[in-house]
């Protein structure tokens, strides 16, 4: 394997990595520590304190991995000699980026309103919405590790 083609995948891996796997952790630990101890005139500007900081890692993850992504793809020949799991990674990946920009633009600034108002009743549903599009990101993002790695075999 090249220099480049092997720095540009640890790029690719770091950033699905801290990407997924922040999801994980703000999905499975974060938010339920914060419910069962907070209120919501705590938990909520924490959430979105935290999603404010992990969202601009996820911003940059994800060009990391669209550049990295297409290099490879570029260096192996182009689209049209990959693999079918490399297609169904590239397309998931995209969807993915697509709930997040989602995310991001839509409930994400409902709450930062919401939160800075006081508002916790309008608040409220839109960390649950963002909750529920993140659980389904986490799971495409577990799929497409899966695909990496179980997706080549013959």
């Given at each position: 394997m090249?220099?480049?083609?092997?720095?540009?995948?640890?790029?690719h891996?770091?950033?699905?990595?801290?990407?997924?796997?922040?999801?994980w952790?703000?999905?499975?630990?974060?938010r339920?520590?914060?419910?069962?101890?907070?209120?919501?005139?705590?938990?909520?500007?924490?959430?979105?304190?935290?999603?404010?900081?992990?969202?601009?890692?996820?911003?940059?993850?994800?060009?990391?991995?669209?550049?990295?992504g297409?290099?490879m793809i570029?260096?192996?020949g182009?689209?049209?000699v990959?693999?079918?799991?490399?297609?169904?990674?590239f397309?998931?990946?995209?969807?993915?980026m697509?709930?997040?920009?989602?995310?991001?633009f839509?409930?994400?600034?409902?709450?930062?309103?919401?939160?800075a108002?006081?508002?916790?009743?309008?608040?409220?549903?839109?960390?649950?919405?963002?909750?529920?599009?993140?659980a389904?990101?986490?799971l495409?993002?577990?799929?497409?590790?899966?695909?990496?790695?179980v997706?080549?075999?013959?």
């Amino acid at each position: 394997m090249p220099l480049a083609y092997a720095v540009l995948l640890c790029l690719h891996l770091l950033a699905a990595t801290l990407w997924v796997g922040g999801m994980w952790v703000m999905h499975v630990a974060v938010r339920p520590a914060a419910v069962a101890s907070l209120g919501p005139p705590l938990r909520l500007p924490f959430m979105a304190a935290t999603l404010k900081r992990f969202f601009a890692w996820v911003s940059a993850a994800i060009g990391v991995l669209l550049l990295s992504g297409l290099a490879m793809i570029w260096m192996a020949g182009g689209f049209g000699v990959m693999h079918w799991s490399v297609h169904a990674m590239f397309a998931l990946g995209l969807l993915m980026m697509a709930i997040f920009g989602h995310i991001r633009f839509g409930p994400f600034k409902r709450l930062q309103r919401a939160v800075a108002a006081h508002d916790w009743p309008a608040a409220a549903p839109q960390m649950n919405q963002i909750r529920q599009l993140v659980a389904l990101n986490l799971l495409l993002g577990i799929v497409v590790f899966v695909l990496a790695v179980v997706g080549r075999a013959p």
